[in-house]
């Protein structure tokens, strides 16, 4: 059974550019990669290598607490030095230049059926494969796993990819569903879970025929599930509500309602890491928008740059076009095209000036409620917005629940007034947390 959500809206998917072509590699290697030391969620990684050192595909090369960076190429470590992020200012990065042979680093390929191993066993070696949540977070898909052990029933594949132009995940699906299925039965059994459900939109019919046809033929129990095609029915607390009916607590995670959500492309990631041994070096990335001359899916070295991803694509059709890491509702717009790819980025998104709106003046709210109507999260952004013009008392803001706005942007779409509701609920969110530090 599907339930249905709370709000949201229906966007143009704007997804025919790239959904029809199958994977690609690029025909022109990245000359050198940057692979930042902040590529998931916590603190930064150190370097293991220096200047001059000679690396291979899926060397370690930086290590965390947790997380773990593998070179994405083989070649020479050019060094450790200070490189944009796509998440925003600089930040240290071990740049490899690439020699375009890709050396493969000596990995121990698994003994024996992976289904005989121990759950902490099949965490570790995700652990040590560098695998995090692909979908955006970042966060360490172990450290998630140990969360998740004792407390869940049911892992959620999260395939919805609601947002426009973004279909990395649905040519994955396409065109590796038994590893995928494989990989979500991998996480089933590390996070001590029965049951296993695979939440796609309904406008993948192809998709969803060829999950279920592949369920079937390798045996793996699993429920295929079709969703509403709706935004942002991707997020974890969306999708969560769609498939089992549960509604996540203010402030709480899936895993407090027994479910855990994990990216498609993780699960594949996850399917290399313990089945073949592969550590996560490689990504799918939608390169796509009107101002892309041939839009398609790219599967490319992580820290690979923008600009090399762009150029793959065929270029831009106008040198003006407005660029973003990720989709173009929740994406952040790049000013330098020399930011590399992350574990994390599923999309570059290329737009023209008709794809990307002109932004009207702000005019008096008309009190219609559009925005309470779409807000996902049961918010009420006029009513934070109307108390920053009063002068945004922090216990005030509080009360309204900013802490729940995962900034999806609907509020903003449909505002007639064109008040940037989503930029008034980050201020508001700010004003509170400072608050929260103070005392």
Same mark, same amino acid.
């Given at each position: 059974?599907? =339930? ?65 960076? =593998? ?29 375009? +042979? ?41 450290? !998630? ?43 089933? +059994? ?13 406008? !993948? ?26 935004? @942002?029915?991707?997020?974890? +607390? ?83 076009? !407005? ?54 999260? =049961? ?6 917005? *109307?108390?920053? *013009?009063?002068?945004?008392? @922090? ?22 007034? =064109?008040? @940037? ?7 508001? *969110? ?10």
């Amino acid at each position: 059974m599907v =339930h249905s959500i709370f709000g949201g809206i229906h966007l143009e998917g704007r997804k025919e550019g790239s959904r029809r072509k199958p994977l690609s590699v690029p025909d022109v290697q990245p000359k050198q990669v940057a692979l930042p030391l902040r590529m998931h969620a916590g603190e930064p990684c150190a370097p293991l290598v220096k200047a001059g050192d000679v690396v291979a595909v899926g060397q370690p090369v930086a290590r965390g607490e947790g997380p773990v960076i =593998h070179a994405s190429v083989s070649g020479r470590v050019v060094g450790v030095e200070a490189r944009p992020h796509p998440w925003g200012d600089a930040c240290p990065a071990i740049v490899i230049e690439n020699d375009e +042979k890709d050396t493969p680093w000596q990995n121990e390929v698994p003994d024996g059926d992976w289904r005989e191993r121990s759950e902490s066993d099949l965490i570790e070696c995700i652990a040590q494969c560098g695998v995090v949540g692909m979908g955006g977070a970042a966060y360490p898909t172990a450290d !998630k796993l140990r969360a998740a052990r004792g407390r869940v029933e049911t892992v959620i594949l999260n395939a919805a990819e609601s947002e426009p132009y973004i279909t990395a995940d649905h040519r994955l699906l396409l065109e590796r569903s038994e590893a995928v299925l494989t990989g979500l039965t991998i996480l089933q +059994k590390a996070a001590g879970a029965k049951h296993g459900v695979v939440a796609v939109e309904g406008n !993948k019919l192809n998709a969803i025929e060829g999950l279920e046809k592949t369920a079937q033929r390798t045996n793996v129990a699993c429920r295929v599930c079709g969703v509403p095609t709706r935004y @942002p029915l991707g997020s974890e +607390k969306q999708v969560v509500k769609a498939v089992t009916g549960r509604e996540i607590p203010s402030e709480g995670v899936a895993i407090d309602v027994g479910c855990v959500v994990f990216n498609v492309a993780t699960a594949y990631a996850v399917y290399q890491a313990v089945v073949e041994g592969r550590p996560l070096t490689h990504r799918v990335i939608t390169v796509g928008g009107g101002a892309v001359v041939r839009p398609r899916n790219l599967w490319v070295p992580i820290g690979t740059s923008v600009a090399d991803l762009i150029r793959a694509a065929g270029g831009l059709r106008e040198r003006q076009a !407005k660029v973003l890491t990720g989709g173009p509702m929740t994406g952040t717009t790049q000013t330098d095209w020399n930011v590399p790819a992350l574990k994390s980025t599923n999309g570059v998104i290329c737009l023209l000036d008709w794809e990307r709106g002109e932004r009207k003046p702000e005019s008096d709210c008309i009190r219609c409620g559009r925005c309470v109507a779409v807000c996902p999260m =049961h918010l009420m952004p006029i009513l934070v917005a *109307k108390e920053l *013009k009063l002068g945004g008392d @922090p216990v005030e803001l509080a009360r309204l629940h900013t802490e729940d706005c995962m900034a999806c942007g609907c509020c903003s779409y449909v505002c007639p007034a =064109h008040i @940037p509701l989503v930029e008034r609920m980050a201020q508001a *969110k700010n004003i509170v947390q400072q608050e929260e530090r103070e005392v």
